[in-house]
């Protein structure tokens, strides 16, 4: 028990760390479990300096340890719990972060794309179960009436036919799709990119309230975290790799709600999108989406649960990570894994020219390869991990 | 020019035989030119029942040709001018009608989908320059506002970029159309689904008379054809196929305007569409083209000039029929065509074995690259025929 305390706390104090969402820190977790990866850094013991980099503004400020048992003790006084990994109500599907590939993607939006440490939740339905039949809905704040008439009406047939409603809680096309579940009765889950004890917009007190009278509200940052403009970007991850899709109501030429959308491409989760006027500038974004992207035009709630009911008959009731994880494996991965020879290691140049791919990429899907125990690192390079292998997500899932 | 006369009188005189578009008389035509197919059809000297059947009913009213002789005076007297295929101003390009195919299409569909036989112009421009950079807005004529104005504003800005605006001459949509291109002082052609000298509908007279005044009518149809039902259809194909692209603005669930773009698929134009509010009865068709056809989404006059300067970029300024029309085959038309030895003649059976496609279909792909004059029937079936081949389309081009 105190183990598991320590687990638990570990996983905050390294979300006061880093930003949810480091790259660098989930890789240092997946490979020594949290506790150790957090005494890790606390002894400057850190693998390379992408990692170091990660936590040393945060680190020279002091230890993390007490922050994070004060924002336990503040989140049991709210009435928030603490979900990790470990825990039976982890949604396991936020593990595809993992291959998460968003093409075109600056380096800094990759560092953002790996699964949550952990999740603070107010709210009484067990967090695997709410999110297990889910459908983000997403789209501009400055939403028109159009928008949010839309919003509230797909989001009453998903409820209806009892489909969780997932948004982000802000104003617009958000508190459209929480009304619109409300309204039918049905279960929502408001996804924060700030601590579970602030409410943003404050304008959003009443409607918070209602979503935790019978959903949920959830957030990876610890009580106290502010409602930082880039963490709505790293919260939109969670919403697209939590869902069975998303779809997009409205949304102005290049605005957040589209990278949303691009997160849930990159989680292969089907990516929906409805059209409006053209002569409305909150649908610009939306019709963008649909030229230019695997996006698929969605006008109601059948059209939407066509496209989650493929994916759902693919996925377990309740996924708890891919069965064949060598198939979820991105092309260039694939290639690189199935380049290693069955007996003996290979080094990293022998296996660029084997697979095909440049040297940097090998090195970076070796990682992944490694983090997913497919391979395992020797003297003489990388070989194939031994038979059978350990489950695939370490402990993510 | 006797003989030109006789070649313009057979052609109009065909077009009463049987309906526009009819693909037994056009393959007649393609095979004996104009003059002896009339001639053919008038002494019951016909290769097969589909011909037969096609021309019997008309032919029991009695010779055409005296009919014909009065339409081409009635044109003459209304200022209207019949194009035939070997005039200088054809639209060379409805020649791509031969090869087209439109998937699940019924037999009835499959049968209108010929080249036109001839076209009464009334207007100053030569046809074919006039259709030369043309774009075809199409849609509902019970359009709302909303569409009335997207389709005058795509119209304007083609027109004003110097780009032919072509539709039906309908209320709603097309009307809108035909106005927006007039208002930026462009060209627009009506293509008509009646003879010449009817003006249908009838409240439309003052529109026609200013698109009369720099653009044009045109008409398969001999003067005093009323303007049936299936008419509407059959016209239908000379928009997808005149045009470099067609645009659909708003239709019904399942309307005549969706068929003119399974047409415009069916010739490899682009198929544009305009999308709408989810909320409006009269987008749900585009809509539907979008979910389930290659359509692709527009939401200006912009958009509309990237998709028709792609093509434009790949045919000939006047296109003069496709430069390698072996390129062009339907798939099975091209296996068929592959799976003929290079000496010696097959017979069909054989040929249905070798390319894999059934009988029947054999059958038709023969009739059409002997059209096309890739195949000579001989004494043992098919053989390729000896090169240098004649120029693809015989009497269409």
Redesign the interface.
């Known amino acids: 028990m105190a183990e598991v305390d320590e687990v638990r706390r570990a996983r905050v104090a390294l979300t006061m760390l880093a930003e949810p969402g480091t790259r660098a820190v989930h890789r240092l977790v997946a490979r020594h479990g949290p506790a150790v990866a957090l005494a890790m850094a606390m002894a400057g013991d850190l693998p390379d300096k992408e990692t170091r980099d990660a936590v040393a503004a945060r680190l020279a400020a002091g230890d993390p340890r007490p922050a994070a048992e004060a924002a336990l003790a503040t989140g049991d006084r709210l009435g928030a719990r603490l979900v990790v990994p470990e825990d039976d109500e982890w949604p396991a599907q936020v593990s595809c972060l993992e291959w998460a590939f968003i093409p075109g993607a600056d380096r800094r939006v990759d560092k953002e794309m790996a699964p949550p440490l952990c999740f603070w939740v107010r709210g009484e339905w067990p967090l695997a179960e709410a999110f297990e039949r889910s459908v983000a809905i997403v789209g501009a704040r400055a939403a028109t009436q159009?928008g949010e008439?839309?919003a509230t009406d797909l989001a009453y047939g998903l409820a209806e036919r009892e489909w969780t409603v997932v948004s982000g809680g802000a104003f617009g096309i958000d508190a459209a799709a929480h009304r619109g579940a409300l309204a039918a009765g049905g279960l929502t889950i408001a996804v924060l990119a700030c601590g579970i004890d602030r409410v943003y917009p404050v304008a959003h007190t009443a409607l918070f309230d209602r979503i935790l009278e019978t959903g949920l509200l959830v957030t990876e940052w610890p009580p106290g975290a502010d409602p930082l403009r880039p963490r709505f970007l790293i919260r939109n991850r969670v919403i697209a790799a939590a869902t069975r899709g998303t779809v997009l109501v409205e949304a102005a030429a290049r605005s957040g709600a589209t990278q949303t959308m691009r997160r849930a491409l990159a989680v292969d989760r089907p990516a929906m999108v409805?059209?409006?006027?053209?002569?409305s500038a909150m649908?610009?974004g939306c019709?963008e989406m649909?030229?230019h992207e695997s996006a698929?035009?969605v006008?109601?709630a059948a059209?939407v649960l066509e496209e989650v009911g493929r994916i759902g008959a693919d996925l377990a009731p309740t996924p708890q990570g891919p069965e064949h994880p060598r198939d979820q494996l991105d092309d260039q991965a694939a290639f690189v894994l199935e380049s290693i020879p069955r007996r003996g290691a290979v080094n990293p140049d022998a296996l660029a020219v084997s697979a095909g791919v440049d040297i940097r990429t090998v090195l970076r899907k070796l990682t992944l390869l490694e983090t997913l125990g497919f391979v395992v690192r020797r003297a003489g390079g990388y070989a194939l991990a031994p038979p059978p292998r350990r489950p695939a997500e370490g402990d993510t899932s």
Do not use: E, I, K, M
């Open positions: 159009y008439h839309v409805v059209p409006g006027p053209v002569t649908s610009v019709h649909l030229r698929r035009l006008a109601s059209h």
